[in-house]
């Protein structure tokens, strides 16, 4: 069974910093590439990057970029988001997801991000 269950998220102030884990299972991690979505109440899910099987190789969306990094550890089967500069647009359910930029076939169940004064 296909698994990714997310971790991390939580409250914090504009201008702070959080780190999103997501932890596989059920699939071959290692030859995957992943992704993070997020989405807000009565929005369509936005794409907030990718990165490729090993790593070497990720894409953001330009409203994360220079503030977000994707990384992953294969051996721990986890993919990672490093979010700094918060910005309270940032404030949304973040699901990390297995695939590339829009291509996506298993996800987890999100993990909720707010960021507010």
């Known amino acids: 069974e296909v698994q990714l269950v997310e971790s991390g998220g939580g409250y914090v102030q504009p201008g702070g910093s959080l780190r999103l884990s997501c932890a596989a299972s059920g699939f071959t991690f290692s030859s995957s590439a992943m992704s993070w979505v997020r989405q807000t109440p009565g929005k369509e899910r936005e794409f907030v990057g990718s990165?490729?099987?090993?790593?070497?190789?990720?894409y953001y969306a330009d409203s994360v970029k220079g503030r977000f990094t994707l990384s992953r550890d294969n051996a721990k089967k986890t993919m990672y988001l490093q979010m700094n500069s918060l910005k309270p647009e940032d404030t949304a359910v973040y699901y990390c997801?297995?695939?590339?930029?829009?291509?996506?076939?298993?996800w987890g169940q999100g993990t909720q991000v707010t960021v507010s004064s």
């Open positions: 997801a297995r695939g590339w930029s829009g291509m996506y076939d298993y």
């Open positions: 990165i490729n099987w090993n790593g070497g190789n990720t």
